[in-house]
């Protein structure tokens, strides 16, 4: 079958607006478990007080409330995504935390062509840039926005075999369910695991000054039960994997997830393997 990049957005914006709420709902658990990754992020992204930065992909804008944190009142933060509703998200948990200079606009991570040239000082994506059909498209956007020495920075999962709090409901999701693997090249939250990959769609995009950094980030929760709830209430992209089986099987799946994670079950609680890239470059 061959990949329908139009279906396949549509499709993503529709899983986000579905599960915004959930995604939301789990923000303290996404900054404790990505806290480390994002001031990395940012620091690669030179992003500090005064800075003008774009956020693609923002999600809930946990990373842009910690970017508009170091801007400060002189600096500001765009952050953009495909979903309106969770931007409505990220506005809330923004106002909540007294980020005044941080703003939303609903818009394509490919499109952002749209933004005025070299208006920003610094571009960040979260977990985002792996999910784009056209990644060259959305760098290529990126670069076009950035000032001339501006830097974009960007966290990605690494393999899935380092990422098994997430690789193995994939797995089981795709063998239950009886779907074909990702072919090369298509999005998916391990199309980037390789820094020579991720180097190579930052350089064809113009980019340089790369540095590439890989960094451990377990998932803390008390017990594999609790990984499969926040799973289940916030990965839209797994209801869709299991779109087309009954109630009944979707829930013996479920069962299958909890019990083969629960190999991460320790005595101090579950500690869900992750491993991040993280990445920065100058335009």
Known sequence: MTFDADQYKTTTRQQWEDYAAGWSDWAPLLESWLGESTERMLDLAGVQAGSRVLD??????????????????DGAVLATDLSPTILEHAAQAAKAAGMDNLSTRELDGEKLHQLPAQSFDAAISRVGLIYFPNRHQALAGIHHALRDG???????????????????????????????????GQPGPFSLADPEILEQHLTRAGFHDIVIDVIDAPVILPSAADCVRFERESFG???????????????????????????FDTS?????????VIAGATR
């Open 56 to 73: 693609v992909a923002a999600g809930a804008g946990g990373q842009s409330i910690a970017a508009a944190r170091r801007a400060g009142t």
């Open 150 to 184: 501006g830097r974009f920075a960007t966290v990605t999962y690494s393999t899935a075999a380092t990422n098994g709090f997430f690789s193995l409901p994939v797995s089981i999701i795709r063998e239950r369910a009886q779907l074909p693997a990702p072919a090369p």
């Open 237 to 263: 992209a797994l209801h869709q994997m299991l779109g087309a089986m009954s109630a009944e099987s979707q829930a013996s799946v479920w069962d299958e997830i909890e019990a083969a994670l629960s190999q």
């Open 268 to 276: 101090d609680g579950f500690v869900g393997p992750c491993e991040l």
